[in-house]
């Protein structure tokens, strides 16, 4: 049986890693700010990683929803792990598919889509932690 991927808690976070996908639409480590460059790193990733958790909290807050501690740490690191171009990407640029550096729109469509997946099968086989 498939994971539910339209629940509320699942569609959020997903939705917001393809937003917030570094390279995408913009890259930024806290310094400065890049626009649509496809290219990744570390820094900005942990960046971005940073801003998702917080925008996650807020924007859960306002709609009403409880989260508890597990869906913002596992969303976070899922964030963390599955960023295009950080440790690997699907399907691959020219860079090649592990540590890249580059990202593109069909690299962070297939990460999300694994991220919405991966977050709801483990929503799924651990119910007592969310």
């Known amino acids: 049986m498939l994971p539910n991927l339209t629940s509320q808690k699942v569609a959020i976070p997903a939705a917001l890693f393809l937003a917030l996908s570094p390279g995408l639409l913009l890259t930024t480590d806290g310094s400065k700010v890049s626009l649509m460059n496809r290219k990744t790193s570390q820094m900005a990733t942990f960046f971005h990683a940073l801003v998702f958790f ?18 913002l740490i596992v969303t976070t690191a899922l964030f963390l792990v599955l960023s295009p171009g950080l440790l690997l990407t699907l399907p691959p640029g020219s860079g090649g598919v592990l540590r890249s550096g580059q990202t593109s729109l ?9 991220f919405a997946i991966v977050f709801a099968l483990l929503r799924r086989q651990f119910p007592q932690f969310y």
């Open 54 to 71: 917080l925008v996650y909290s807020l924007i859960a807050k306002a709609m009403g929803l409880v989260l508890t501690r597990n869906d």
């Open 106 to 114: 069909n690299a962070v469509l297939v990460h999300s889509i694994v």
